[in-house]
C-alpha cells in the first residue's frame, strides 16, 4: 500500500510539472505573439507615410508570426569554401544550357522583343532567369511580408530589411500582387528573377500590358523587367560580357597587376590573345584581366557589361556563370583551358596554415590570421618566383599542398 501511494503521489508530481511546462510554454508564445503584436503596430505610421492603405497593410500581417526558421538560415550561411570551378559547375550545366534553349524557343517573341526595346541580348535574360530560379522552377517558398517582418523584428540589418519591408507593403497596397501570392526567398528576393522589392519598384515593368507588373506569374514582365534593369545600369546592346584569352610564355603579372581596366590593343601589346585565334572585334574596347584560378587555368578579358551583371549580384563567380551559360544557350562550348585538376577552395584554418607555412619558409606574411592581404600576397609571388611558377600571386589548395612538400 506504501507503494502504491508513492507511485500516486510521484504522478501527481509529475502532472503538475508538466501542467507548469505547458503553462510556461504558452507564456513564452504569448510573450513572443505581444512582441510580434507591438512590432506590427509601430510599423503602422511608417507604412501609412508610404501611401500603403490600411486594408492592404492588415492583409499582409494577416496571421503573422515571427519566423525563427529566417533568422537560422541567417546564421547558417557557410563559409565560401568552393573555387569559382566548383561553384560553375554546379550551376551551368548541359542540361541547364537545354532548357535555356527550350525557354528560348518558347519565348521566343517576348525575348525578342524585349531586346528591341531594352538593348539587352535574349540569352544574357535567360541566363540570369536560369541562375536564379531554374527558369521559374523554384521561386522561392516564403511569404515574402512574413519573411521581411522577421528579419526586421529579429534585428539582423534591420534598417535595410524594414525599407525593403515597407516597400513590399507598398508593392502589395498598388495592387501588383496579393499578400499570400507575394512569395520569394527567405531574404525577400521575388518572382521569377529574383528582385528584391526596392529593385521591383524602380525597374519592374508591365511588359504585357495587363496593368500590373507581375514578375511571380507573368514570364514576360519577369523577363521584360530583368532587361529593363541590365539596360538602367548600361548595358551594351551587341556586345559580350568577356572573352577567353591565353597569356604568352614570360607574361609580366608584375605590370599587368597595376594596370586595372586598359584597353583590348594594350593587353595585345603584352601577348594576350584570344584562345579562338581570332581577332578581338573592337581593340579600343575597356577591359580588365581575371584570372579565377590563375594563370594555370581559364582566363578572361573582362568588358563593362560584366560589371553590369554584377549588379544583380556582386561576384564574380556569379557573373561568369551567367555569361558562360548565355554562352552555352547560344551554342557555345566549354572553356578552351580546364580548371586545375585537384584545386580546392581553402578554409580559415587552411589560410592560417598557409601563412604559416610561407613564415616558415621564409616568406614572410606577418601575423598567420587567415587573412590574404597584400603580405600574403607578395610571400606567395615571392615563393611562384622562386620556383618558377607563374607569378600569379593566386591563393589555393594546390599551393597548400605544394608547401606541405
Known amino acids: 500500500m506504501l507503494v502504491g501511494t508513492e507511485k500516486y503521489h510521484a504522478l501527481v508530481a509529475t502532472i503538475r510539472n508538466l501542467a507548469l511546462v505547458a503553462v510556461l510554454g504558452m507564456s513564452g508564445t504569448g510573450a513572443a505573439m505581444a512582441n510580434s503584436t507591438s512590432f506590427v503596430r509601430s510599423l503602422w505610421p511608417e507604412a501609412a507615410a508610404r501611401g500603403v492603405s490600411r486594408s492592404a497593410f492588415d492583409a499582409a500581417f494577416a496571421n503573422y508570426r515571427f519566423l525563427p526558421k529566417v533568422m537560422e538560415l541567417t546564421r547558417k550561411q557557410p563559409e565560401f569554401t568552393s573555387t569559382v570551378a566548383d561553384y560553375l559547375n554546379k550551376r551551368v550545366t548541359d542540361s541547364q544550357a537545354r532548357k535555356g534553349r527550350a525557354m528560348r524557343s518558347e519565348w521566343s517573341q517576348t525575348l525578342a522583343g524585349a531586346a528591341q526595346r531594352y538593348g539587352v541580348q535574349p540569352e544574357i535574360v ?151 585565334g581570332r581577332p578581338f572585334p573592337r581593340p579600343s574596347d575597356i577591359t580588365r584581366l581575371y584570372m579565377p584560378a590563375g594563370a594555370t587555368g581559364p582566363v578572361f578579358l573582362l568588358t563593362p557589361n560584366f560589371d553590369v551583371i554584377k549588379r544583380y549580384n556582386n561576384s564574380d563567380s556569379y557573373a561568369l556563370a551567367v555569361g558562360h551559360l548565355a554562352d552555352r544557350i547560344i551554342g557555345g562550348g566549354d572553356f578552351a583551358t580546364p580548371w586545375p585538376a585537384g584545386n580546392y577552395g581553402l578554409g580559415a584554418s587552411q589560410r592560417v596554415e598557409l601563412q604559416q607555412r610561407l613564415n616558415k619558409a621564409g616568406y614572410s606574411v606577418g601575423a598567420a590570421d587567415g587573412v590574404i592581404g597584400p603580405k600574403t600576397r607578395a610571400a606567395v609571388i615571392a615563393y611562384q618566383k622562386r620556383h618558377g611558377l607563374p607569378a600569379d600571386g593566386y591563393v589555393s589548395g594546390l599551393l597548400l599542398n605544394a608547401l606541405k612538400r
Open 126 to 276: 535567360l541566363a540570369i532567369w536560369g541562375m536564379e530560379t531554374n527558369y521559374g522552377g523554384f521561386m522561392g517558398g516564403n511569404n515574402t511580408i512574413h519573411a521581411l517582418a522577421s528579419l526586421t523584428e529579429g534585428g539582423y540589418r534591420a534598417s535595410y530589411f524594414k525599407g525593403e519591408l515597407l516597400t513590399a507593403l507598398r508593392i502589395i497596397s498598388d495592387g501588383n500582387i496579393t499578400p499570400n501570392n507575394m512569395v520569394g526567398s527567405w531574404a525577400g528576393a521575388m518572382g521569377h528573377t529574383q528582385f528584391m522589392p526596392s529593385s521591383y519598384m524602380r525597374y519592374a515593368v508591365d511588359y504585357n500590358g495587363d496593368g500590373r507588373k507581375d514578375i511571380w506569374k507573368s514570364v514576360p514582365d519577369a523577363l521584360g523587367s530583368t532587361a529593363n534593369y541590365l539596360k538602367s545600369f548600361g548595358w551594351q546592346y551587341g556586345e559580350t560580357w568577356g572573352y577567353e584569352v591565353r597569356l604568352p610564355s614570360g607574361f609580366d603579372f608584375d605590370r599587368a597587376r597595376g594596370m586595372g581596366k586598359v584597353s583590348i590593343a594594350t593587353w595585345e601589346n603584352m601577348g594576350i590573345q584570344r584562345v579562338s
